[in-house]
């Protein structure tokens, strides 16, 4: 069992390029969080989802920020048009329920926005 | 307001010290999560508690519902053990599982 399987580790994108991050969860979770990591602050919340249903996404900006998790395949964070504010360690974590059997988080994605 | 606070925020000690690290929170939680953050690593998570008192290894996590308090002991630390501790709650009403999460504790253990 492979655990959360995050990638790329690190991204590095020009000033207006696409971003895209992916995260398989851990085999039997259908239950996907996404958070972003700040420099010197906290994680925030940006997104749950499961199988091809967003469930909440009150934690995502509302432009240029996307989110899915098809029936096949990874989910992805997807950021358009990117700026140096989205610069951070964006985690995503597992669970097999909505959390109630805790969490198994990914070793992230760094993403630079030079 | 954050609903997690956590203290220290920055926490050095000798190897072989007793550590503590806390944290409060100000809302009603179905659950409280201890995770582990080493420097460029992933997050590991170390403790899951909704009552009372739980130990894997060296550590120990601890959390009093009624005050709203939870704490995070390491005992004969390590140098090995320094990393990032990071608090984080479910809240007992619906959000749907998302985690609030504390600034974290930075630790660092000197040989």
């Known amino acids: 069992n492979a655990g959360v399987m995050q990638n790329p580790r690190h991204l590095v994108r020009r000033r207006g390029q696409e971003a895209r991050l992916r995260c398989s969860p851990m085999?039997?979770?259908?239950?996907v969080y996404w958070y972003r990591q700040l420099p010197e602050e906290g994680l925030k919340f940006m997104v749950y989802?499961?199988?091809?249903?967003?469930?909440?996404e009150s934690g995502m900006p509302k432009e240029r920020f996307s989110a899915e998790f098809p029936k096949e395949g990874p989910s992805i964070l997807r950021i358009q048009q990117v700026v140096r504010g989205d610069s951070a360690a964006y985690f995503c974590a597992s669970s097999p329920t909505g959390g109630g059997y805790g969490y198994t988080f990914g070793s992230g994605t760094r993403l630079t926005v030079v | 307001k954050n609903e997690v606070e956590q203290s220290p925020q920055n926490l050095t000690a000798q190897e072989g010290e007793f550590i503590t690290i806390n944290c409060s929170y100000s809302v009603g939680i179905s659950a409280l999560h201890w995770l582990q953050q080493h420097p460029g690593g992933g997050i590991v998570s170390l403790f899951m508690?909704?009552?009372g008192k739980k130990k894997h290894g060296r550590l120990i996590a601890t959390i009093n519902i009624q005050e709203k308090h939870s704490s995070l002991h390491i005992t004969a630390s390590h140098p090995r053990d320094s990393a990032v501790y990071i608090c984080?709650?479910?809240?007992?009403?619906?959000?749907?599982?998302?985690?609030?999460f504390g600034r974290g504790t930075q630790l660092t253990v000197w040989p």
């Open positions: 085999k039997g979770h259908s239950h």
């Open positions: 508690l909704s009552s």
């Open positions: 989802l499961q199988k091809e249903n967003i469930i909440d």
């Open positions: 984080a709650v479910r809240l007992r009403v619906s959000t749907l599982g998302r985690l609030y």
